[in-house]
């Protein structure tokens, strides 16, 4: 039984990593073909996309991991989170009519809880 319950955790996390994956794909994409009017993802966006994806692959927080934007963990260089950003503000309020599951999927992944002990909230009060 609880080698199910792991493969089925593993099931999970591959699920999350999986969307958030796919989310970054279609964001970078959608970014560059509404600035860089190309048929394919121009060289710089593909720069950036391959850095998302690969710091993606290394985070240490792959399982209940808030969307990258919110991440506590800076892994982005300050210039690659610059643009990643400028990617997000851009491509996240069109993927609502674009890639409506996809956009509430990461809706609620951003609103997951950071994974780190201190909390704002507690802080807070
Ligand atoms: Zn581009």
């Known amino acids: 039984m609880s080698a199910e ?3 089925k955790n593993k099931t999970q996390r591959n699920k999350r990593l999986e969307r958030e ?4 794909i279609t964001m970078i ?3 560059c073909k509404g600035n860089h009017h190309g048929e ?6 593909g720069n950036l996309q391959e850095y998302a994806l690969k710091r993606l692959e290394n985070c ?4 209940g991991k808030t969307t990258c934007a919110k991440c506590p963990v800076h892994c ?3 210039q690659m989170r610059e643009r990643i950003r400028k990617v997000m503000r851009y491509a996240g309020p069109r993927m609502i009519y674009t890639h409506p599951i996809q956009a509430i999927y990461h809706i609620l992944d951003g609103r997951r809880k950071a994974p780190l002990k ?3 909230n507690s802080l807070n009060t």
Not at 21 to 24: S, Y
Not at 60 to 63: H, I, Q
């Open 29 to 31: 994409g959608m970014y």
């Open 40 to 45: 394919t993802l121009c060289p710089e966006c």
């Open 21 to 24: 994956r796919n989310t970054l």
């Open 60 to 63: 240490p927080f792959a399982e």
């Open 5 to 7: 319950i792991m493969s």
């Open 118 to 120: 201190r909390q704002k």
């Open 76 to 78: 982005y260089q300050p």
